[in-house]
Structures are given as C-alpha cells and as structure tokens.
C-alpha cells in the first residue's frame, strides 16, 4: 500500500537514449511533481502539475517532459540523455491545498 | 523568489546528547515550512511542517521545530539523538499563497552523524 511509487528504482542507459521514469500515487492528491537530486544531495524542483496547470521550473532542459495519463501518475520522459543528467529523481504529491508533499523512493538514473 | 539555506553541512553528535539544525528561509510573505529525513539510499520522509499558529510544532521521531519570524529561521531540535536519527536533513520552504504552483525550495542538506 506504497503512498508514492516510482518504476525503476535503478536506470543504466547509454548517452542519447530516450528513457521513462514512472510514478503513481494512491493518495488521491491532485498536485505532483518531480524533482532531482545531483551527486551533492541539493534537491531542485523541476515540475509542478496538475489537472489544470503544469509549471515548469525555468532551469530545466525541454529534453525534459513530464506526462500524466491520468490524475494518479505523472510519467517523466528524457530524450537525448546527457551525462549530466545522472542523478536520483524523486516524484512527489499532495493535496494543492494542505501543501504537504509526500515523495517516492527515488530512482537512480546512470547515463553512461 | 524564497531560498533556504542550512549553514551546517556536516554535525556530529554523540548519542543521547541533544540535537538543533539550522535553517534560514528567506521569503517575501509568510512561508510553509519542512523538515525532510533522508536515509541512505532512501526517499524523504517528512518529519513535520509549519503552516501557521503556534511556533513551536512537534514532529514524529520526537524532533520538533521552532518558527521564529523576526530571525526568519525554523530549526530543528531533539532532546536525545539516537543511533538511528544518523541521516540526512532537509529544511524546505513553500510558498504560502500556492501562487509558486506548491513547488518546494530545498536548503543545501545537513548530513547528521551519531557517535556511540
């Protein structure tokens, strides 16, 4: 009965592949979000979406686009992988209200 | 546009003495304020949250934390640290009118120590 779940929890690819983060929650939030944390643990917000808006934090690349099939999920999609984009990536929730966010384990993504 | 920061990257406290970790936002308007556990290899856990009324808010694991606006500053205490409370420490901020899109801003992260 995980709140906040994301698929894989590991990701090795090869520079310029195409990869899918996934995350689903089951708290019936309306508001998710995905973040990044780099090799010196510093937490950034890269998307902020719901229903109704989605907000892009200006920094990151458009290589970089979040899809959400359905209120319950909010999918990350790389194109082109760099190098630099080795990093943990954290999917959050919550009610837009209470701002309170619940996040995923994390998923680990290795560009060789 | 708010920040945190958290001046203590590193703290080492022997088990059983008490515990505070600095946080400092800086924020136009009243903020939302966090405090996030991070274990090795894991996701963040919310220890507790600040969003208006009493300053003083308690969490889980016994930590608590204190608002005080005239230092714009939201640290965090524990009497007695256990072993277990070695991890990572995370003070956030949110804008308290929701016009940011709730996104959360981050400090720079205090990785906490217990020494037997």
């Known amino acids: 009965d995980t709140a906040v779940s994301q698929t894989p929890k590991y990701l090795v690819t090869q520079m310029g592949n195409d990869k899918s983060i996934k995350c689903e929650q089951n708290l019936g939030h309306d508001t998710m979000y995905w973040y990044k944390q780099d090799s010196k643990k510093f937490l950034k917000i890269m998307f902020s979406y719901n229903n109704k808006e989605l907000i892009i934090n200006e920094t990151v690349p458009n290589r970089f686009s979040p899809k959400s099939p359905d209120k319950a999920h909010l999918n990350l999609h790389i194109n082109s992988l760099e190098l630099g984009d080795s990093a943990v990536y954290f999917c959050?929730?919550?009610?837009?209200?209470?701002?309170?966010?619940?996040f995923g384990p994390g998923t680990r993504l290795t560009v060789l | 546009a708010q920040s945190v920061t958290q001046p203590d990257i590193h703290i080492t406290v022997s088990e059983g003495a008490s515990l505070e970790l600095r946080c400092n936002y800086s924020y136009g308007a009243t903020p939302y304020l966090f405090w996030y556990v991070q274990s090795p290899g894991q996701g963040l856990q919310l220890l507790l949250k600040?969003?208006?009324?009493?300053?003083l808010v308690q969490g889980i694991k016994g930590f608590e934390a204190e608002f005080k606006r005239s230092q714009s500053s939201f640290n965090l205490r524990k009497p007695s640290v256990h072993w277990s409370d070695a991890a990572e420490y995370f003070c956030a901020v949110a804008a308290g009118n929701n016009n940011a899109g709730n996104m959360l801003t981050f400090g720079g992260g205090t990785r906490l120590m217990v020494k037997p």
């Open positions: 600040y969003f208006s009324g009493d300053t």
């Open positions: 959050a929730s919550s009610q837009t209200i209470q701002n309170t966010q619940y």
